[in-house]
């Protein structure tokens, strides 16, 4: 039981993580937009290089963080349609490795 609940709660965390990692970069989240906000100037004042809010504020990094949620999203319907599968990986009953035995 223990592992169907870590597999549910593997691909709900991938899947919100996904959608959160998509959606950032693009969204004002009235907290400033995504290369103009307070952490990220502190981060800049801090180590007193003004080239990394450029860098960040650019589109390329929005653009691979957007594939990092892509990527996040893949995993968890992978993990979603194999369901059985992961389940039966962590309980130990691999029928590859019971079939080899």
Do not use: H, Y
Not at 24 to 46: A, C
Not at 77 to 82: D, L, P, R, S, V
């Amino acid at each position: 039981m223990i592992t169907k609940i870590t597999v549910v709660l593997f691909s709900l965390v991938c899947l919100l993580l996904g959608i959160l990692l998509i959606l950032v970069p693009w969204v004002d989240l009235r907290v400033g937009d995504w290369g103009d906000n307070q952490l990220l100037s502190l981060v800049v004042e801090t180590t007193g290089m003004p080239v990394l809010k450029t860098i960040i504020s650019s589109a390329w990094v929005r653009g691979a963080v957007t594939g990092l949620g892509v990527f996040n999203l893949i995993i968890a319907f992978w993990e979603i349609a194999n369901f059985r599968e992961s389940v039966a990986m962590l309980d130990g009953n691999d029928s590859d490795r019971q079939a080899a035995q």
